[in-house]
């Protein structure tokens, strides 16, 4: 069994695709997943499956889980949900990497840090770091392991990520992202980390 991290793209956001965690843990479990334990409401869940070493998820991610949940949501909700899957092991060199230690004095009121995932690996990398025009945001870098998150800074003037969300899909054509805000992804992985 190898531990595993999906993140749900758009749900329980704005009022759409809205889903209770009970229900999606519901599903996990429907689909033979083990030890599910969902975190708050914007579609993070970890859980265990029988699959590839950690080791070789970092070379190439595991389509056939992500393809398995996709399935499993569309079925069971009538819609789509993108989902993006990365092991335990993998978020946890993800946070080793310490990429946003330059930053680690800034308050919530000063800067957010986010964390973009990418769904493929890129064939174009763009040139960073990046600073938008309007310094509203910097795309601080890449991670170095796999090319497939970006390290995010926005500022307060921000719009609602729409900013630092049309630059990446720009950048990245026709490949898709999902995006969490590093201190949530540091409070579901420090849990395990502590076991």
């Known amino acids: 069994m190898t531990s595993y991290t999906a993140f749900l793209r758009g749900i329980n956001v704005g009022g759409h695709k809205l889903i209770k965690m009970e229900e999606l843990n519901r599903i996990f479990v429907s689909l033979g997943f083990k030890n599910i334990k969902t975190f708050i409401q914007s579609g993070n869940v970890l859980f265990d499956a029988p699959g590839k070493s950690s080791a070789a998820a970092l070379e190439k991610p595991d389509k056939k889980i992500e393809a398995k949940i996709e399935a499993g949501l569309k079925k069971a909700l009538g819609y ?68 497939r998150e970006v390290f995010i800074i926005a500022y307060p003037s921000v719009k609602k990520g729409g900013d630092y969300m049309t630059y990446l899909s720009k950048e990245f054509k026709k490949i898709q992202n999902t995006t969490r805000n590093w201190n949530t992804i540091l409070k579901m992985i420090s849990p395990i980390s502590n076991e």
Request: charged content about 40%.
């Open 80 to 147: 789509e949900v993108r989902t993006t899957v990365r092991t335990v092991d993998e978020l946890k060199k993800l946070i080793e990497l310490d990429p946003f230690k330059k930053f680690s004095k800034l308050s919530p009121k000063e800067a957010k840090m986010y964390v973009s995932f990418l769904y493929d690996e890129p064939e174009h990398k763009p040139k960073l770091p990046y600073k938008s025009p309007e310094k509203d945001f910097e795309i601080i870098g890449m991670n170095k392991l796999s090319s």
